[in-house]
């Protein structure tokens, strides 16, 4: 149980287009869902917590117009970075809490995102 | 503020040999410790935490981690290292007096098992 799906694993796209990553939770309801942007041989960075119903909360110097999160249902939140650059490239990996464990995420597979 | 600190960046150990992954923490509250282990273009896996209670804490794949209070220390163990246990291991903690979710994560050990 507690599994959470990432969609797409891969995505190359072009400088000044957006792209979308979902997060999926397959066996259990989240409330609460985490986007981390993971830099190469770095450690993970809180990019955002994303409520469901409600407007995510963003970490400090994390621009919420850049990084678009909507967590429109309990089983997905979905990550727009809008008018991607080559600086945004990056590995994004989100988590969910599952409910009644609030000292336990469940981590995503990742996306492996490259801006050309 | 809570803050993880994992002093290595690389442990290399042969296979069936002991390893230990140090990690050192900062947290204003209890603190509630998490390792979590990334093999290559994944995410991470959950090997274990600690909350409360012992001391010592077991989790998958025969890893152990021991809550060093006085030492703020939370280091992850094996007696028996395996080649398959080569991956990024990430020590993460939580300040228990928060009420909100936020992982703290450290930069990441990477461990490199030789046959």
């Known amino acids: 149980g507690a599994v959470v799906s990432q969609h797409p694993s891969r995505v190359i796209c072009k400088s000044g287009t957006s792209v979308k990553i979902e997060c999926r939770s397959l066996?259990?309801?989240?409330?609460?869902m985490f986007w981390y942007r993971q830099f190469p041989k770095k450690s993970l960075m809180l990019m955002a917590t994303?409520?469901?119903?409600?407007?995510?909360?963003?970490e400090q110097g994390v621009e919420k117009d850049k990084f678009l999160i909507n967590h429109a249902s309990l089983t997905l939140s979905t990550l727009t970075v809008t008018s991607a650059h080559p600086e945004d490239s990056s590995f994004y990996i989100c988590?969910?809490?599952?409910?009644?464990?609030?000292?336990?995420?469940?981590f995503g597979p990742g996306t492996r995102l490259t801006v050309l | 503020a809570q803050s993880v600190a994992q002093p290595e960046d690389q442990v290399n150990v042969a296979e069936g040999n002991p390893l230990t992954v140090k990690c050192t923490y900062s947290?204003?509250?209890?603190?509630?410790l998490f390792w979590y282990v990334q093999y290559p273009n994944r995410g991470l896996q959950f090997l274990l935490k600690?909350?409360?209670?012992?001391?010592l804490v077991k989790g998958s794949y025969g890893f152990e981690a021991e809550f060093n209070k006085s030492q703020t220390s939370f280091h992850l163990k094996k007696p028996s290292a395996l080649v398959s246990d080569s991956a990024l291991y990430f020590c993460?903690?939580?300040?228990?007096?928060?009420?909100?979710?936020?992982?703290?994560f450290g930069t990441g050990t990477r461990l490199a098992v030789r046959p």
């Open positions: 988590s969910a809490r599952l409910p009644g464990t609030p000292n336990e995420q469940f």
């Open positions: 066996d259990f309801q989240a409330t609460t």
């Open positions: 994303s409520n469901e119903g409600s407007k995510a909360t963003y």
């Open positions: 947290v204003s509250g209890n603190p509630y």
């Open positions: 600690y909350i409360t209670g012992d001391n």
């Open positions: 993460a903690v939580r300040d228990g007096k928060s009420s909100g979710d936020k992982l703290t």
